[in-house]
């Protein structure tokens, strides 16, 4: 039997998924201290109407070697592509229980490769269904899909703006974490170089990323990116 951590962090959370999952065979806990070699993955369920993506601890690198499950009853393709490009191996559309109960177990199985060959696959092939719903005339444009290498995500240097005197107002929006993130990300220069000196990975910075376009009501966490290449850089002493 399969021991797995679910993590609800909806504003309507509950227990009712835990349950359910329960209720389906699983093993399931909801304590997030649970010590991470008894957990053969991680459920987490994700608000299907909004593109914020994995909660931050569903991507820590303590949880890194553990297949990653989201559950985002209609969530629209956008949504499912970008959980597959924030770590989740698989994405679960319905509320049906049994349909993740399954998704765990082909995560879990035996003959499943490794989690970090099942989580590339995943973000390879969500980048490429991205790239091409992007692309001129969207998902039909040309008889190939479009190549996309993860150094898209992982290399994106932030862009070259005029500086500005006074760090703007939006700023204030953002919570004191959120500043600091803006802050690591602004003076590395790129968000692999951000998560290095953070000691995290790329995908829980783009996570905080979008939460913090979420606050501002912006697209993606590329407008923030944008936006951070207008913040002044302070003189060395």
Known sequence: MHRVLVIDDRAAGDDTLARALGDS??????????QVSTLAAIVVAVDGESDTGLPEIATADRYRELPVIAVAPGAGPRVVLQLAVDGAVRCV??????????????????????????????????????????SPGGATAGPDPVRVRLTRLEHIPLPSLPRVAEPPAWLER?????????????????????????????????????????????????????????LPVDDPA
Not at 99 to 127: G, H, N, W
Not at 217 to 225: G, N, T
């Open 174 to 230: 953002c919570s004191p974490k959120q500043r600091e993130l803006l802050d690591v990300v602004r003076r590395a220069g790129s968000v692999s170089k951000a998560a290095h000196v953070l000691g995290t990975s790329r995908s829980s910075v783009y996570a905080g990323l979008r939460r913090i376009a979420h606050r501002l009501r912006l697209r993606d966490s590329s407008d923030v990116l944008r936006l951070l290449g207008a």
């Open 25 to 34: 065979g699983l093993d399931v806990t909801t304590d997030r201290n649970e």
């Open 93 to 134: 559309d319905s509320a049906d229980a049994s349909v993740a109960a399954a998704a765990i177990e082909v995560a879990c199985a035996p003959e499943a490769p490794p989690v970090a060959e099942q989580r590339r696959k995943a973000r390879v092939a969500a980048l490429q269904a991205l790239a091409r719903s992007e």
